[in-house]
């Protein structure tokens, strides 16, 4: 038995900064990590995947006219922008390693972590017998998978998940998407943008059903002008290999039975938390239906000395609320804080291009929980910036409170749409009222300059 202060399960967004700060504290630490220090962020999330987008965008523009550069001819390097994707998460992971080793009092080790009862694990490492591990503190920041639906005929097939895609060498030639959520369309334009035939397909009756009727309108027309197929209200029933190695896919659409024929399928119809191997059961530690360990709003589980931070709590489920969970722990251990989950502000961006920004509630929320509101928008074709440098697709959208002249939510599809989103959560975290921003002075011709123009829109 080795024991510790703490013990930290998964060096994700959140495990790896509270591994460090609570050994710097003076805290006997140690982390363990199944896989790759970095978590799904930095080796099968955002800095991959972001990575391709700029290659991308950048195939995108090249082959764009109407700004008066004619490029003859280019050529994609799929490899090479693959082995950039590669070499820019190796750096990221590198230097997360590297930070772990230099900090005093934490012990890294690599192997899967199974609860033996609320105070032990034991860990399955590279060599020799399991090792028991002990602490006053467990921290489980293990993170989510993809989800693989139960359809006949996957098991025989070469699916793609999101981080299997990722290690692809040859550019597909026709991509099947099996779900239309955020990971299903950056994927999608991406591999568009790179010369492959795209096809999505939705079970619902629309992409993106937790946004406004008008976002997802908007949304699906862009990917309609960059020829991507989108078919909604298509659920997948079959997939057969053929002969010549193509995937046969059976579909209902909208209530009739199609065929399909692509080379690769990517299946990005959701993920599951990483629960399944932990031997919670050992544990008081509660989980849901869905497998998400049950937390309060200090990240407590049912057990006080044991917390569960990032995806493997469920709720929102990206890295920048990760590391807010590690904020929160910390703050509350370290510096006996009584800092909360609870109202939280949720920003986050969509990586298509445009770009989807959103902060707060959307209109339809609003509607449903019955507010006094007024919604401020305007296109992106009436933003001067968006003008001058040809990004004219999109909308920034509003939604404020008439009496308080507060911003309760904002949805910005445009290029830098993020970017625009952050100015306008910097005023609701202020307290600055939308007529405050209508007046205020703006350097021109920015995108923020517009936010002027949006609140004008206020009648």
């Known amino acids: ?15 790896v900064p509270l591994a460090k700060k609570l050994a710097n504290a003076g805290w006997k630490t140690v982390l363990i990590e199944k896989r ?5 962020c930095i080796n099968d999330g955002c800095t991959p995947t972001k990575a391709m987008v700029a290659s991308a965008r950048m195939a995108y523009l090249a ?3 109407d700004l008066g550069i004619e490029v003859s001819s280019f050529k994609v390097n799929f490899k090479a922008v693959m082995a ?13 390693i590297k930070g772990i080793e230099n900090t005093k009092n934490l012990t890294l080790i690599y192997g899967e972590a199974k609860f033996l009862d609320d105070h032990t694990v034991s860990v399955n490492e590279s060599e020799g017998d399991p090792v028991k591990y002990s602490a006053k ?6 993170g989510a998978s993809p989800r693989i639906p139960e359809i006949e005929g996957i098991k025989e097939i070469k699916y793609l998940t999101s981080t299997s895609i990722l290690e692809l060498q040859e550019l597909p030639e026709h991509l099947l998407i099996v779900g239309g959520g955020y990971i299903g369309l950056e994927f999608g334009q991406l591999f568009k943008r790179l010369g492959a035939k795209v096809t999505i397909m ?3 009756s629309r992409l993106m059903p937790k946004e406004d009727d008008d976002v997802c309108e908007v949304m699906s027309g862009i990917f309609k002008e960059d020829g991507i197929e989108v078919l909604t209200e298509s659920k997948v029933l079959k997939f057969e290999t053929l002969a010549n190695e193509k995937i046969k896919v059976t579909v209902d659409s909208k209530g009739e039975k199609h065929i399909h024929t692509c080379s690769h399928v ?16 050992n544990t008081a530690v509660e989980c849901d239906v869905r497998g998400h360990i049950k937390v309060n709003e200090y990240l407590e589980t049912k057990v006080k000395h044991i917390y569960a931070l990032g995806d493997v709590k469920g709720g929102p489920a990206f890295t920048h609320i990760s590391y807010n969970d590690y904020i929160v722990v910390t703050k509350n251990i370290l510096e006996g804080l009584k800092m909360s989950t609870k109202d939280r502000m949720i920003p986050y961006c969509m990586f298509t291009d445009p770009q989807l920004g959103r902060i707060g509630i959307t209109e339809v929320e609003a509607k449903e929980l019955g507010l006094d509101y007024l919604v401020a928008k305007i296109p992106m074709k009436n933003v001067a910036r968006a003008i001058e440098t040809a990004e004219t697709r999109g909308f920034m959208k509003a939604v404020v409170d008439p009496k308080t002249k507060q911003i309760l939510g904002a949805a910005i ?10 100015v306008l959560q910097m005023a609701m975290m202020g307290k600055i009222t939308y007529e405050e921003i209508r007046f205020a002075i703006f350097a021109h011709p920015l995108y923020a300059e517009s936010l002027n123009n949006l609140f004008m829109s206020i009648v």
């Open 1 to 15: 038995m080795k024991e510790f202060d703490a013990i930290v399960i998964g060096a994700g967004q959140a495990g």
């Open 202 to 204: 939705e079970q619902s």
């Open 84 to 96: 950039r994707k590669s070499a820019i998460v190796a750096q990221f992971r590198n230097g997360s």
């Open 36 to 40: 790759l220090v970095g978590g799904t």
């Open 137 to 142: 503190h467990i921290f489980i920041n293990t």
């Open 63 to 65: 082959g764009r006219t």
């Open 413 to 422: 599809i445009g290029e830098q749409g993020g970017e625009i989103m952050s």
């Open 266 to 281: 990517l299946i990005a119809s959701g993920r599951v938390p990483q629960t399944a191997a932990l031997g919670l059961e």
